[in-house]
DNA sequence: CTGGAAGCGGACGCAGGCGTCCGTTAGCGT
DNA sequence: ACGCTAACGGACGCCTGCGTCCGCTTCCAG
């Protein structure tokens, strides 16, 4: 890790700044992002002060841990969208998103948030436009069904969060399953039933 | 409402005990169940003294509160199970279930919680437990896939708590059409992939 | 009408989180 | 080696929710 971002930090200063993140992230992950920031510090093994010095926001810590995940999920769908058959692109950016929230609990309710920091909502736009673009592309093969709209994979992505389940394989095994229901739901065939009116449930 | 159950209260005390109830309804539908007590006081118009002489445990109050979406609950099921068409009867089910969670937010979360009162794991289990037997009779019919478990219905109303979408209107859109979408997935039909190992999300 | 008990709710003490201040410690440049 | 200063974290005051106590009010039976 070892940021270095403004001005180079003193040695010790750094290690708990890293300390700080690591404790985060884990912490998020297991419990979602109602974790208190002092338990964030206590984990760290640091004061409540050096927390607040180094993230005097809550959204700055956030924005700090979920970098890595950010870039997690950016890789997966840019590899969804570089896949030569769409319908097959589509469908490992819903497993893998899916298994990357059951992972980590807090990054989903910070991506999908309604009100989302101002980053995310940009990252969120971003990827939801490469992905609107690669289901138009799995449309037009003719494996995803032609009701779809975008708002879908929202509502699917979503739905993960609704599987607060305490462990973390049981969680991870549910997110699975969910996603290769959700697949079946999503593709084209000849049984598809007519679908009531799509809900908007964030802003891109 | 008017309750009477346990040797008659005082009119006065009748009438804030309605009250409460329905201030705690509204309240939990609303926001969900992580509401506090005091402003469920605050809502009834009493103090806080009054709110726990009635119920001293949270959990009294909820399973007062949801006594009511209980006994719709529970008629909802046996309505389904009741259905000639298993199939149609099981999807009546989960639409209804989806949409009564989205309109009621806190009575899925109590209801599904992993550690319940025992009155709520009771119920659970009995209506999960006619819902595994209608949903082998539209198995059975040839309608419902074959390597549906009941826990995948626990799944997909686990999955409509993600939906924590503030406007009431697009939480019950939301919910209808990813209800929609999980009956779509679960119709037997040729294209059915293999899904995963089952979860088991609840005990029943 | 009236006595007494059921009922009421303001107020209390406790606990825990918040964000900040400041006296002390320890890294690092010279 | 040394001193400057960044960095640390214990402790503080504030706030909010919790569950309970107790003096006042109100209902209702006789």
Chains 1, 2 share one sequence.
């Not at 974790?35 to 010095?53: C, Q, S």
């Not at 807090?106 to 436009?129: I, M, N």
């Not at 290769?180 to 065939?189: E, F, G, T, V, Y």
Request: net charge neutral.
């Amino acid at each position: 890790m070892t940021e270095t971002l403004p001005h180079k930090l003193r040695s010790d200063a750094q290690t708990n700044r890293d300390r700080i993140l690591e404790a985060a992230r884990s912490l998020y992950a297991e419990q979602g992002l109602e974790v208190t920031m002092r338990e964030v510090a206590r984990r760290a093994g640091v004061g409540p002060a050096t927390l607040y010095r180094r993230f005097p926001a809550r959204q700055a810590l956030l924005e700090a841990v979920f970098d890595d995940e950010l870039r997690t999920c950016r890789g997966v769908v840019e590899e969804g969208c570089a896949d030569p058959d769409p319908w097959h692109g589509f469908t490992s950016v819903i497993e893998e998103l899916s298994v990357l929230n059951a992972a980590n609990k807090g990054f989903v309710d910070a991506f999908l948030a309604e009100r989302p920091s101002e980053t995310f909502a940009e990252h969120r736009s971003a990827l939801l436009v490469k992905l609107d673009g690669l289901a138009r592309r799995a449309q037009a093969a003719g494996r995803l069904r032609p009701d779809f709209v975008i708002d879908d994979l929202v509502l699917v992505l979503l739905a993960g969060r609704g599987l607060a389940i305490t462990s973390k394989p049981a969680r991870v095994a549910a997110a699975r399953r969910l996603a290769a229901l959700a697949i079946d739901a999503l593709r084209a065939s000849g049984t598809n039933a007519p679908l009531p009116p799509p809900p908007r449930a964030v802003e891109f």
